[in-house]
């Protein structure tokens, strides 16, 4: 069982930057595929970025291209997600999760989930 905590949610002026981070409980983190979510109020779970075992390989959502980044530290079981540039729309509670599979972007690909964290962006 892989147990994952997310920190680092608050509340930011529009333009500005937050990092959240993700700690996994599980000694085989390096062998995850790594994930960010978000869901805002009404709406679905939508995927963010993607961050393959090594960290050498990451994929992103149309709308965060170029603001967010994800990286990770294997040593420290630890995922990232730097966000700048935030905006109105980026408001949302964010997840961290994990999966087994090669480079998920649907939420079923990922069996475990944090308990999410919220980012709002004030204008």
């Known amino acids: 069982q892989v147990r994952l905590v997310e920190s680092g949610g608050g509340l930011v002026q529009a333009g500005g930057s937050l990092s959240l981070s993700c700690a996994a409980s599980?000694?085989?983190?390096?062998?995850?595929?790594m994930g960010w979510f978000r869901q805002a109020p009404g709406k679905g779970r939508e995927f963010v970025a993607t961050?393959?075992?090594?960290?050498?390989?990451?994929e992103y959502a149309d709308s965060v291209k170029g603001r967010f980044t994800i990286a990770r530290d294997n040593a420290k079981n630890t995922v990232y997600l730097q966000m700048i540039k935030l905006e109105r729309e980026d408001t949302a509670a964010y997840y961290c999760?994990?999966?087994?599979?090669?480079?998920?972007?649907?939420?079923?690909?990922?069996?475990?989930w944090g308990q999410g964290t919220q980012v709002t962006v004030s204008s």
């Open positions: 961050i393959t075992w090594s960290g050498t390989i990451t």
């Open positions: 999760a994990a999966s087994r599979l090669w480079k998920p972007k649907k939420e079923y690909e990922y069996g475990y």
């Open positions: 599980d000694h085989t983190f390096s062998d995850l595929t």
